[in-house]
């Protein structure tokens, strides 16, 4: 068994990084992929390593030089009019080798588990590519396959149909191929595939004629949870990094993406806050029947979206500021209007105290195992505190800790006769016993309380988070025009104005969901509680805080669910309200998901 590493192309996408380097040389947390892929292919026994160079040959011929002569012989095939051809002359390069013994085809830009390799080896089949369901990342060459692994048809990118990609496997371009084929077969037809089209074609090309003209022997290795990318630029290159970075890396990259996880379709994100239960596939259905004309055309202004924001929650127009998501809307509140000292409950969703100077904030910290407080005990503390402004996120952020709508209008009553600004957050209120009576979003509420600005994320509990919406409401029309111009003039796209529009058709689906969400936390919950090294706190959100009081630390038992099973949840250790304590912070998704996760967390 031989390799061949088809490595001559110039990297063009990758930009400055291929600039005077080949694509292979490029490194992937400190360590280059040509390097990656040979010592992959050490201890397999291979009779050779053939390694077709072109742009910048000379430079990585020089750069491995003979650091790996112990383990791979090494040979060099030369390219040298790799900027005016693509792969399939480059493997032409190499067709004498490829008659010569069986052969793993390899291109460079791939980072990949070892593994991959011995699954390849160890299958019956002789010649065989690995491949890989179809996920949203991938581009090149797709194929479908029997339901006996065999490869029925190479599908190029122009004949690529998003409405068949439930039948698409990515190939990993990692191949095994007997001599036999290579001789009787693929070379035969390589050499008149580039008679007739050229040389500036793809290698897969050639297995595509083989298949359609049944001549193929050709069978797909699917792979299941093996890592592997293929860098083609910067992006790809910062996905391959967290992906095969070490489980502590992984993890504080992948918190400093904050979101962005369809990028990485294997992970079960148990951090971020969302309703499972809605938008509904009607819904969707709808927002997708108008994505041409949403995508090419601009969204309203504040005018009309403050209209929709007001429709949406049955509020008055001059009372909303419909912001790109809640947090757009928290750095205007916070940095120009919270003027003066600012009471705030820890611990807490910190996109709050962060906008604050430190000096401004008077901070308040439950005496209790639960972090759990009633509008009295906010009453008592802060009474002597001099404050203008107090913030009260209901439920709270991380603790799940609820003061119902009759106490919070006593906390407002309060807030009123001392001239305390009352801002409350209560993104999660849809999410609590009776929510629709919970609400603070009402005409009569909003009217006679120019001291409250109400802030409502829309992402978490409609399930929407990717259209960044959110309001702050308010009657005092002077905070809300000055809001209003501070944002900019198209502060939403149109897809998220499109979804104000329509949502009160779905509003039934919309309560049924929280009732169905309230029905399924009370399930996790006790599923939670079966786990022996976990204390639930009791939530009227959609997340359970935990504390670990045994086996690991927070921070630990995130990595560990992390490293071995792609499961993500929040580690808030770290946070300074816990006193060291540990805390970890879960989600709760749909019932799969969460028995799922109940069941790991079990068994680890």
């Given at each position: 068994m031989?390799a061949i590493?088809?490595a001559?192309?110039m990297g063009?996408?990758?930009?400055?990084l291929?600039?005077?380097?080949?694509?292979?040389?490029?490194?992937?947390n400190?360590?280059?992929l040509?390097?990656?892929m040979l010592?992959?292919l050490?201890g397999?026994?291979?009779?050779r390593?053939?390694?077709?160079?072109?742009?910048?040959?000379?430079r990585l011929?020089?750069?491995?030089g003979?650091r790996?002569?112990?383990?791979l012989?090494i040979?060099?095939?030369?390219n040298p009019?790799?900027?005016?051809t693509?792969?399939i002359?480059s493997?032409a390069?190499?067709?004498?080798?490829l008659?010569e013994?069986?052969?793993?085809l390899?291109?460079?830009?791939?980072i990949?588990?070892q593994?991959?390799?011995n699954?390849?080896?160890?299958?019956?089949y002789?010649?065989?590519?690995?491949?890989?369901?179809y996920e949203t990342?991938?581009?090149g060459t797709?194929v479908?396959?029997d339901d006996?692994?065999?490869?029925?048809?190479f599908?190029?990118?122009k004949a690529?149909k998003?409405s068949?990609v439930?039948?698409?496997?990515k190939t990993?371009?990692?191949?095994?191929?007997?001599?036999?084929?290579?001789?009787n077969q693929?070379v035969p037809?390589?050499?008149a595939y580039s008679?007739?089209m050229?040389n500036n074609?793809?290698?897969?090309?050639?297995?595509r004629?083989l298949t359609?003209l049944d001549?193929s022997?050709l069978?797909?290795l699917p792979?299941?949870?093996e890592?592997w990318y293929?860098i083609?630029?910067?992006?790809?290159?910062?996905?391959a990094?967290?992906?095969?970075s070490s489980?502590d890396?992984?993890?504080?990259?992948?918190s400093h993406?904050y979101?962005g996880?369809?990028r990485f379709?294997e992970?079960?994100?148990?951090?971020?806050l969302v309703?499972?239960?809605f938008?509904?596939?009607r819904?969707?259905?709808?927002?997708c029947?108008?994505?041409n004309s949403?995508?090419?055309q601009?969204?309203s202004?504040?005018?009309?979206n403050s209209?929709?924001?007001g429709?949406?929650?049955?509020i008055r127009?001059n009372?909303?500021?419909?912001?790109n998501?809640?947090?757009e809307?928290?750095?205007?509140?916070?940095?120009?209007?919270?003027?003066?000292?600012?009471?705030v409950?820890?611990?807490?969703?910190?996109e709050?105290?962060n906008?604050?100077a430190?000096k401004d904030i008077?901070?308040?910290i439950?005496?209790n195992?639960d972090?759990?407080?009633t509008s009295d005990d906010?009453k008592?503390y802060?009474?002597?505190?001099?404050l203008s402004n107090l913030l009260l996120?209901?439920?709270?952020?991380?603790?799940?800790?609820?003061i119902s709508?009759?106490d919070v209008?006593s906390l407002?009553r309060w807030?009123?006769e001392?001239n305390?600004f009352?801002?409350?957050d209560?993104?999660f209120v849809?999410?609590?016993?009776?929510?629709k009576?919970n609400?603070?979003?009402?005409n009569?509420i909003?009217s006679?309380?120019a001291n409250?600005?109400?802030?409502?994320?829309?992402?978490k509990?409609?399930g929407?988070?990717?259209?960044r919406?959110?309001?702050v409401?308010?009657?005092?029309?002077?905070l809300?025009d000055a809001?209003?111009?501070e944002?900019?003039?198209?502060n939403?796209?149109?897809?998220?104005?499109?979804?104000?529009?329509v949502?009160?058709?779905?509003?039934?689906?919309?309560?049924?969901?929280c009732?169905?969400?309230?029905e399924?936390?009370?399930m996790f919950y006790?599923e939670l509680?079966?786990?022996?090294y976990?204390?639930v706190?009791?939530?009227?959100?959609?997340?359970f805080?935990c504390?670990?009081?045994?086996?690991y630390s927070?921070?630990?038992?995130t990595?560990?669910?992390?490293?071995?099973h792609?499961?993500?949840?929040?580690?808030c250790?770290?946070?300074?309200?816990f006193?060291?304590?540990q805390?970890?912070?879960?989600?709760?998704?749909?019932?799969?998901?969460?028995?799922?996760?109940?069941?790991i967390?079990?068994g680890?």
């Amino acid at each position: 068994m031989q390799a061949i590493i088809l490595a001559a192309g110039m990297g063009k996408r990758l930009g400055e990084l291929t600039k005077s380097n080949t694509k292979c040389m490029i490194e992937v947390n400190g360590v280059p992929l040509i390097d990656r892929m040979l010592v992959n292919l050490t201890g397999l026994g291979l009779s050779r390593v053939v390694i077709v160079v072109g742009y910048e040959g000379e430079r990585l011929m020089d750069y491995i030089g003979h650091r790996y002569d112990e383990n791979l012989k090494i040979e060099y095939v030369v390219n040298p009019i790799f900027d005016r051809t693509n792969n399939i002359y480059s493997l032409a390069l190499a067709k004498k080798q490829l008659q010569e013994d069986d052969t793993l085809l390899l291109e460079s830009d791939l980072i990949f588990e070892q593994r991959m390799l011995n699954l390849l080896l160890d299958n019956k089949y002789p010649n065989l590519a690995l491949v890989a369901k179809y996920e949203t990342w991938m581009d090149g060459t797709m194929v479908r396959i029997d339901d006996d692994n065999r490869i029925v048809s190479f599908v190029p990118k122009k004949a690529f149909k998003y409405s068949d990609v439930p039948y698409y496997y990515k190939t990993c371009n990692i191949y095994k191929f007997s001599r036999e084929f290579c001789a009787n077969q693929y070379v035969p037809f390589l050499e008149a595939y580039s008679r007739a089209m050229g040389n500036n074609e793809y290698y897969e090309q050639v297995l595509r004629v083989l298949t359609v003209l049944d001549k193929s022997e050709l069978m797909a290795l699917p792979i299941t949870d093996e890592k592997w990318y293929e860098i083609d630029d910067v992006q790809d290159k910062d996905i391959a990094e967290t992906i095969f970075s070490s489980a502590d890396a992984r993890l504080i990259k992948l918190s400093h993406c904050y979101g962005g996880y369809w990028r990485f379709p294997e992970l079960k994100d148990f951090c971020y806050l969302v309703n499972p239960y809605f938008p509904p596939a009607r819904m969707k259905d709808e927002i997708c029947a108008n994505f041409n004309s949403l995508l090419t055309q601009y969204p309203s202004g504040m005018a009309v979206n403050s209209l929709l924001g007001g429709k949406y929650f049955g509020i008055r127009q001059n009372y909303v500021c419909v912001g790109n998501g809640a947090a757009e809307l928290i750095k205007c509140l916070m940095e120009n209007h919270a003027y003066g000292k600012t009471g705030v409950v820890f611990p807490t969703f910190e996109e709050y105290p962060n906008r604050l100077a430190s000096k401004d904030i008077v901070r308040y910290i439950p005496d209790n195992r639960d972090f759990s407080y009633t509008s009295d005990d906010l009453k008592n503390y802060f009474a002597d505190k001099n404050l203008s402004n107090l913030l009260l996120v209901n439920p709270d952020n991380p603790s799940g800790n609820f003061i119902s709508k009759d106490d919070v209008l006593s906390l407002l009553r309060w807030c009123s006769e001392r001239n305390i600004f009352l801002i409350v957050d209560e993104s999660f209120v849809d999410f609590t016993e009776n929510h629709k009576d919970n609400t603070l979003l009402r005409n009569d509420i909003l009217s006679g309380n120019a001291n409250l600005a109400v802030v409502k994320s829309i992402s978490k509990s409609y399930g929407v988070p990717g259209l960044r919406l959110g309001i702050v409401a308010s009657s005092d029309s002077a905070l809300i025009d000055a809001m209003r111009k501070e944002v900019a003039i198209w502060n939403i796209n149109s897809f998220a104005e499109f979804y104000m529009q329509v949502f009160n058709k779905y509003e039934k689906d919309y309560y049924a969901a929280c009732d169905k969400f309230i029905e399924e936390r009370a399930m996790f919950y006790r599923e939670l509680c079966d786990v022996p090294y976990l204390r639930v706190i009791p939530s009227s959100a959609n997340y359970f805080l935990c504390e670990v009081t045994s086996r690991y630390s927070s921070h630990e038992l995130t990595e560990l669910l992390l490293r071995e099973h792609n499961v993500l949840i929040k580690d808030c250790g770290t946070k300074s309200a816990f006193s060291d304590r540990q805390f970890v912070r879960i989600a709760v998704r749909d019932r799969n998901d969460n028995h799922m996760l109940a069941e790991i967390l079990k068994g680890i």
